[in-house]
């Protein structure tokens, strides 16, 4: 596609290792990605419209090094994967709440599977565009019990079929359990195309039940924990096997701008306007 650029976006990401299709480089490309590209709503608070046209998305994430929310990032980088030779396949997942504790709307995330070389593998899941989640794909295996750097995922297939849940539940942690807020997310694995998402692309901007339009807020992953702006606040999380350890600070409206620039790499055009409002419970889907 014309002003992009497959090696200029894996430059962006800091990554130089190798490119051919494999699971190895896969995992490789999907954690440097995470360490390099802010996830969060920034864009929103600085009155710009985000909208789903492939090349603005690579000219704000790759050419201005800034980040993105999952309709973005997972968006450009099924295109990265498609130009490395990967098969990939856009699905809709919806998100569990921290706050309201509600699943999502349809569509509410965007998540992607991808296929690995020949066999019957029902493929690996990816995602770039999310918070604290996997820092390698994980396959899609109903049972799936994996421990990476940043805690414990379990993927499971609700019973006769349908959707699949994926849990999160830190280091300390010896094993799965039911508990409702270990939930990230539930997900479908029926192909979708990335037009399918603009309606909720429009609704994350603009609703009083989405902690896009409610907070301004970036995270990013670190290679022992998770530095998250939020609002005026600045948290650092640590990972260990002892759990993990959250440390917070409050910012000023002044410090803001250097905070993002120094911890994230974000140098933002317009003025950002803080915001850190209470998340509704779901009304209306679009």
């Not at 994430?61 to 993105?68: E, F, H, S, T």
Request: net charge neutral.
């Amino acid at each position: 596609m014309g002003g992009m650029d497959a090696s200029e976006y894996l430059s962006r990401i800091g990554y130089g290792g190798a490119t051919e299709p494999s699971l190895e480089n896969l995992k490789a490309i999907h954690r440097q990605h995470l360490l390099a590209v802010p996830f969060g709503s920034l864009a929103i608070h600085c009155g710009e419209r985000i909208e789903l046209i492939l090349p603005a998305v690579y000219q704000k994430v790759v050419i201005q090094k800034r980040g993105g929310f999952c309709y973005e990032l997972n968006g450009l980088f099924s295109w990265l994967l498609q130009a490395l030779g990967y098969q990939v396949q856009l699905v809709s997942g919806r998100v569990r709440n921290s706050v309201t504790q509600c699943l999502g709307p349809p569509k509410d995330h965007l998540l992607l599977l991808v296929t690995v070389g020949e066999g019957g593998h029902r493929g690996w899941l990816c995602d770039v565009g999310f918070g604290n989640s996997f820092r390698w794909p994980l396959p899609l295996e109903d049972g799936h019990l994996e421990r990476q750097e940043n805690g414990l995922f379990h993927l499971q297939l609700a019973r006769g079929g349908g959707d699949w849940r994926l849990r999160r539940y830190p280091l300390s942690s010896p094993g799965p359990t039911d508990q409702p807020d270990a939930t990230l997310y539930t997900f479908s694995t029926e192909l979708r195309a990335w037009g399918d998402f603009r309606a909720m692309c429009h609704y994350h901007q603009t609703s009083a039940s989405s902690i896009f339009a409610r907070k301004s807020f970036c995270c990013l992953h670190l290679p022992g924990g998770l530095i998250t702006y939020m609002g005026r606040r600045l948290i650092e999380t640590e990972f260990s096997a002892d759990g993990d350890r959250k440390a917070t600070r409050e910012l000023t409206d002044e410090e803001i701008p250097w905070v993002l620039k120094e911890r994230f790499g974000i140098v933002l055009t317009n003025r950002l306007v803080p915001k850190d409002e209470d998340i509704l419970p779901p009304q209306e889907y679009p």
